[in-house]
């Protein structure tokens, strides 16, 4: 079972940055493609942004050019640096681990 904890969530202004980060647990990080996703009030959860084992990405295209993911197997985290953000990226993002395993997620409020 992979536990995952993300954190770095908080209020920001539009145009500003933060970094989320998603610390894994309990599986074999390296090996793993790992993912962000959001889900914001009334809408469905979608994706943000992938990383494989490899370190290829990809991302949604409402967030390419200010977005981007990144992982360090040393420390099993996964990174989402967000730049340039806009109200509407306010949601509550996820990390994910494998296609399979959730965290708890960690809210991100953009203000106008």
């Known amino acids: 079972q992979v536990q995952l904890v993300e954190s770095g969530g908080g209020l920001v202004q539009a145009g500003g940055s933060l970094r989320l980060s998603c610390a894994a647990s309990g599986g074999i990080f390296s090996i793993m493609p790992m993912g962000w996703y959001r889900q914001a009030p009334g809408k469905q959860r979608e994706l943000v942004a992938i990383?494989?084992?490899?370190?290829?990405?990809n991302s949604a295209d409402a967030v390419k050019g200010r977005f981007t993911i990144s992982r360090d197997n040393a420390k099993n985290t996964v990174y989402l640096q967000m730049n340039s953000l806009k109200p509407e990226d306010t949601a509550v993002y996820y990390c994910?681990?494998?296609?399979?395993?959730w965290g708890q997620g960690t809210l991100v409020t953009v203000s106008s």
């Open positions: 990383i494989t084992s490899g370190g290829s990405t």
């Open positions: 994910n681990a494998a296609y399979r395993f």
